[in-house]
């Protein structure tokens, strides 16, 4: 017995599955999706449109109750070039992640920049939603197939700096 | 001139003004954390016509493994709004020991009153696995106890000892179901007699379906204040006169199951046995361990154990102990009690546990 080796290291595997509640708020913001919409909700107190809610205003906390429908265009606050190659990546690189502010919202979300040669993307640019076709939209944000230009002027840094 | 009672622990008399709880379930699926929070928060607010501006510091308890995703907590703050920015803390544990750390901050004296919320779902995953993640990563968590297999190894080993009964499990059961029936909060309560109960199968021998505590998706929480400040938001506080914890080994196999000398220590350094002792709640996931709980505190006849039901009527991961709390406090405030033992436990089988006395004046 005192031969044997000691034991330096040991492998104890742990997997645990989940199901994840959206919340009524965030369902309601998928549920947009299968329609082709942006649903956001806005706080009672600071007017502020959060899209999507998780229920509450994270200033505030109170209920973001009223529900509001955002427009398909938007303003990239920001961006990123994606060059490195990771595990299940489902997209070719070189892409672009921007952060979406719509119209009328107050808070940003990533999505996908197409339509647009990546040297000429930039903080400002005015993009609109692409669906997917009709029979492929779902309650998830994959519904959105990318942003694209919409060809309107750079919009002006006063109206997203908040949102970097 | 404000009364306050000797105290055993700090110096700074700090009471239990308020305490709100959620609908204790068997799953919530219509509302994600933050929306299962926000009335709680706004309700424990509420019943002492305060805001979140009132309190200068939050503290919540709550672990990311019932969730399954990272920085959980940070999340939940959404509930109660965080603007402008205040002192906020988290201890991935029961909300009994946010209050715990609350309390220690009101001690200090520099803020007079205090957010305690927590919350915790059975419902997301596996209650059973996730509990025995647990355990120590290299003997235990590999063959997967679940949490009910472990009580009853520590059942067996209350019967071998010759100090209790399969009919005293019962009879704990019987009672505390019964009393869970005035507790609206309450997620099981029937009225059926221990020798019914001893009729059903064993769940894990020789634990019964009656002595394994429901599962429960639920949070609650508390509004702690100090001195006149208490008094100001409540006309007869809970205050907090003695409140301590203590740890074991996390190895099972190392204990004696059958005795609990962290309660027994805690319960010391909190005063419980100064004084007489009105009610007790005490946080028993499994029906056994009330009667390893009381002996270890001292209890004697004359204490109402276990009035709301205990753990065995909800009991909502991470919330159930600072419940004991709320509920102790309760009754002081109504005037029922005059002095409360409250009780949390964490870990497998009553590995720590923490004791808090509540006194009214
Ligand atoms: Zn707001």
Not at chain 2, 81 to 93: C, F, K, L, T, Y
Not at chain 2, 287 to 309: F, R, T
């Given at each position: 017995?005192?031969?044997?080796?000691?034991?330096?290291m040991?492998d104890?595997?742990?997997?645990?599955?989940?199901?994840?509640?959206?919340?009524?708020?965030?369902?309601?913001?998928?549920?947009?999706?299968?329609?082709?919409?942006?649903?956001?909700?806005?706080?009672?107190?600071?007017?502020?449109?959060?899209?999507?809610?998780?229920?509450?205003?994270?200033?505030?906390?109170?209920?973001?109750?009223?529900?509001?429908?955002?427009?398909?265009?938007g303003?990239?606050?920001?961006?990123?070039?994606?060059?490195?190659?990771?595990?299940?990546?489902?997209?070719?690189?070189?892409?672009?992640?921007?952060?979406?502010?719509?119209?009328?919202?107050?808070?940003?979300?990533?999505?996908?920049?197409?339509?647009?040669?990546?040297?000429?993307v930039?903080?400002?640019?005015?993009?609109?939603?692409?669906?997917?076709?009709?029979?492929?939209?779902?309650?998830?944000?994959?519904?959105?197939?990318?942003?694209?230009?919409?060809?309107?002027?750079d919009?002006?840094?006063?109206?997203?700096?908040?949102?970097? | 001139?404000s009364?306050?009672?000797?105290l055993?622990s700090?110096?700074?008399?700090?009471?239990?003004v308020?305490?709100?709880?959620?609908?204790?379930?068997?799953?919530?699926?219509?509302?994600?954390?933050?929306?299962?929070?926000?009335?709680?928060?706004?309700?424990?607010?509420?019943?002492?016509?305060?805001?979140?501006?009132?309190?200068?510091?939050?503290?919540?308890?709550?672990?990311?493994?019932?969730?399954?995703?990272?920085?959980?907590?940070?999340?939940?703050?959404?509930?109660?709004?965080?603007?402008?920015?205040?002192?906020?803390?988290?201890?991935?544990?029961?909300?009994?020991?946010?209050?715990?750390?609350?309390?220690?901050?009101?001690?200090?004296?520099?803020?007079?009153?205090?957010?305690?919320?927590?919350?915790?779902?059975?419902?997301?995953?596996?209650?059973?696995?996730?509990?025995?993640?647990?355990?120590?990563?290299?003997?235990?968590?590999?063959?997967?106890?679940?949490?009910?297999?472990?009580?009853?190894?520590?059942?067996?080993?209350?019967?071998?000892?010759?100090?209790?009964?399969?009919?005293?499990?019962?009879?704990?059961?019987?009672?505390?179901?019964?009393?869970?029936?005035?507790?609206?909060?309450?997620?099981?309560?029937?009225?059926?007699?221990?020798?019914?109960?001893?009729?059903?199968?064993?769940?894990?021998?020789?634990?019964?379906?009656?002595?394994?505590?429901?599962?429960?998706?639920?949070?609650?929480?508390?509004?702690?204040?100090?001195?006149?400040?208490?008094?100001?938001?409540?006309?007869?506080?809970?205050?907090?006169?003695?409140?301590?914890?203590?740890?074991?080994?996390?190895?099972?196999?190392?204990r004696?199951?059958?005795?609990?000398?962290?309660?027994?220590?805690?319960?010391?350094?909190?005063?419980?046995?100064?004084?007489?002792?009105?009610?007790?709640?005490?946080?028993?996931?499994y029906?056994?361990?009330?009667?390893?709980?009381?002996?270890?505190?001292?209890?004697?006849?004359?204490?109402?154990?276990?009035?709301?039901?205990?753990?065995?009527?909800?009991?909502?991961?991470?919330?159930?102990?600072?419940?004991?709390?709320?509920?102790?406090?309760?009754?002081?405030?109504?005037?029922?009690?005059?002095?409360?033992?409250?009780?949390?436990?964490?870990?497998?089988?009553?590995?720590?546990?923490?004791?808090?006395?509540?006194?009214?004046?």
């Amino acid at each position: 017995m005192s031969e044997r080796e000691p034991v330096t290291m040991m492998d104890a595997a742990t997997r645990l599955d989940y199901e994840f509640t959206a919340g009524v708020a965030m369902s309601k913001n998928l549920h947009g999706y299968e329609q082709g919409k942006f649903i956001g909700q806005r706080c009672p107190k600071c007017k502020k449109v959060y899209v999507p809610s998780r229920g509450s205003c994270p200033t505030d906390g109170l209920p973001t109750d009223e529900i509001v429908e955002l427009p398909n265009t938007g303003t990239v606050t920001t961006y990123c070039v994606v060059n490195v190659p990771f595990a299940g990546q489902s997209i070719e690189i070189p892409y672009i992640c921007g952060q979406i502010l719509l119209d009328g919202a107050n808070l940003s979300f990533m999505g996908l920049l197409q339509e647009i040669p990546i040297d000429e993307v930039r903080m400002g640019l005015r993009v609109e939603a692409v669906w997917v076709p009709p029979e492929e939209l779902g309650p998830t944000l994959a519904s959105v197939k990318y942003f694209r230009p919409n060809g309107e002027p750079d919009a002006d840094y006063e109206t997203y700096k908040e949102y970097l | 001139m404000s009364q306050y009672p000797a105290l055993t622990s700090g110096r700074r008399p700090v009471g239990v003004v308020s305490f709100a709880q959620y609908d204790n379930v068997r799953r919530e699926d219509a509302r994600n954390e933050v929306e299962m929070l926000m009335p709680v928060v706004t309700e424990v607010f509420g019943n002492i016509g305060i805001t979140k501006d009132d309190v200068g510091f939050i503290c919540s308890g709550s672990t990311d493994y019932l969730i399954g995703g990272p920085f959980s907590f940070v999340a939940a703050l959404d509930a109660v709004g965080v603007w402008p920015p205040r002192a906020e803390s988290h201890v991935e544990m029961d909300g009994a020991w946010a209050l715990y750390e609350a309390w220690v901050l009101l001690q200090e004296g520099e803020i007079d009153a205090a957010l305690v919320y927590c919350f915790g779902r059975s419902s997301m995953g596996d209650l059973s696995e996730i509990m025995a993640v647990q355990l120590d990563p290299y003997y235990l968590a590999p063959l997967w106890p679940d949490p009910t297999s472990l009580a009853a190894l520590q059942a067996q080993a209350l019967i071998d000892a010759g100090k209790a009964t399969e009919a005293d499990f019962a009879a704990v059961a019987s009672r505390s179901r019964r009393s869970a029936l005035d507790n609206p909060k309450a997620q099981v309560a029937y009225d059926r007699s221990a020798e019914e109960l001893l009729a059903e199968d064993y769940e894990v021998a020789p634990l019964r379906r009656h002595a394994l505590p429901p599962l429960t998706d639920g949070c609650a929480a508390v509004v702690l204040a100090a001195g006149d400040k208490a008094y100001e938001w409540c006309e007869r506080p809970a205050f907090i006169t003695g409140i301590d914890h203590r740890i074991e080994t996390h190895s099972v196999g190392a204990r004696d199951l059958t005795v609990s000398p962290s309660t027994r220590t805690a319960g010391e350094k909190a005063g419980v046995g100064t004084k007489k002792v009105d009610v007790a709640e005490l946080h028993a996931p499994y029906a056994h361990q009330e009667l390893i709980l009381a002996e270890a505190l001292g209890l004697g006849d004359g204490v109402s154990v276990n009035p709301s039901g205990g753990a065995l009527a909800a009991n909502p991961m991470m919330s159930a102990g600072l419940i004991r709390i709320g509920e102790s406090a309760r009754r002081i405030w109504s005037g029922q009690a005059d002095r409360a033992v409250a009780h949390a436990t964490s870990g497998p089988c009553l590995q720590q546990n923490l004791v808090c006395v509540l006194e009214g004046v």
